[in-house]
């Protein structure tokens, strides 16, 4: 049996144009990023002889739509792209087609017309901050989103029951090849003390998967004349937002406080074991996870990978603290967290199945959407 394809498949209000995609996901490998590709279904007779536009929009959300204030919505367009697909431009025999468009056209006919898009080099992964347990409704998050729509022309404002969207996600996985193992020492001297204290602290890979432990290895040369207790060792996630204020957020996402010791003239060798999980962190406000689709759960956010990317920024680091008489010491290593490159499918030998995002209404007002198979 051939294996099934799954299409995404979402139709506006008043059926005149209608969405389909084969994935959701979209992979920047630094080099490039996957173009957004998919197929507009257009009803003529509900189109009325209108243009039909396909958008590609990235927006920055840095607050609640019910905290807009005097009609300034706390929201800001990174990237906007759009495209006239309906009457083509055209000729769409004459387009190139990926493998699964081709499929989409021929099972919907005549009146589906391609679109295709590319990401500007500078946009930011999908990604959110965590709300608080009791806050509701859209929240601080890089936001993609495909939206087509009816209309005279493109500046014009479309209404909602002839607009449909579609939410998407831009997203890297780790590399084939991982660089050197990190690792960063310290030296420290201390007054009325000959001799220095020497720490070093070191992993054994730099890139770890969500859900992976993390073995840290600690090497402590105490030849000091002080005592050294209140030994921990931490993960911290270190988001830096530089779009509108250049904020920087430093979260602990994994800790262990430890018993251990070192007395003066003597030394510690030792490996500690973290694993930072969402799960262990859901009530963490302002926490940078990944960005998520409706009705879907999400992780820690991954870490950026492209130093060409300049409005947030991810990293992680292992931090090994310790306190000497009335002052700290601490040696943080960086490290990479993010998803393993999955298996690439074959498009040649896929099925397709669509799945349709229906609507629900109340009194009249388009709510949330309801994931619900359908048949094409």
């Known amino acids: ?46 189109v009325k002889g209108k243009k039909v536009y396909v958008m590609l929009s990235c927006t920055f959300r840095y607050g609640r739509d019910d905290m807009d204030v005097m009609g300034m919505a706390f929201r800001r367009d990174i990237f906007l792209c759009s495209r006239q697909v309906y009457p083509p431009l055209q000729d769409k025999e004459r387009s190139v087609h990926t493998k699964v468009q081709e499929k ?27 709300p608080g347990p009791t806050d509701v409704g859209k929240h601080c998050a890089v936001e993609f989103e495909v939206k087509a729509f009816c209309a005279e022309n493109q500046d014009e404002k479309a209404q909602k029951r002839s607009s449909v969207w579609l939410a998407i996600r831009k997203i890297q996985y780790a590399p084939d090849k991982g ?12 007054i009325m003390s000959d001799k ?28 000091s004349n002080r005592n050294l207790k209140d030994l921990s060792v931490s993960v911290e996630q270190v988001t830096n937002v530089v779009l509108y204020s250049n904020d920087k957020y430093v979260k602990t996402v994994a800790y ?40 879907e759960d999400t992780n820690l956010a991954s870490s950026s990978m492209c130093v060409k990317v ?67």
């Not at 074959?346 to 359908?374: C, H, N, Q, W």
């Open 256 to 295: 262990e406080e430890t018993t251990d010791t070192v007395p003066s003239g003597t030394s510690l060798k030792k490996v500690y074991t973290l694993c930072p999980l969402l799960d262990d962190n859901r009530d963490r406000l302002g926490l940078a996870l990944d960005g998520k689709l409706k009705h």
């Open 1 to 46: 049996m051939s294996p099934k394809h799954v299409i995404y498949k979402k139709l506006s209000r008043d059926k005149s144009v209608g969405v389909y995609m084969g994935k959701r996901d979209f992979v920047d490998h630094c080099e490039f990023v996957d173009p957004v590709d998919g197929v507009v279904l257009v009803d003529p007779e509900q």
């Open 310 to 376: 300049v409005l947030i920024l991810i990293m992680y680091v292992c931090k090994m603290l310790l306190c000497v008489c009335f002052s700290e010491v601490a040696v943080e290593v960086p490290f990479k967290l993010m998803h393993p490159k999955p298996d690439p499918g074959d498009e040649d030998t896929t099925d397709l199945v669509f799945e349709e995002f229906k609507r629900s209404y109340l009194k009249g007002v388009i709510g949330d959407d309801d994931e619900s198979p359908a048949e094409p």
């Open 104 to 130: 989409i056209l021929r099972k919907l006919g005549d009146n589906a017309y391609p679109f295709f898009f590319e990401f500007p080099d500078n946009l930011p992964c999908s990604v959110c901050l965590q």
């Open 179 to 190: 660089g050197a193992a990190p690792s960063a020492e310290t030296t420290c001297e201390f």
């Open 196 to 223: 220095p204290l020497h720490m070093r602290v070191s992993l054994e890979k730099e890139t770890y998967y969500h859900g992976e432990e993390i073995n840290i290895s600690v090497d402590i040369d105490n030849s």
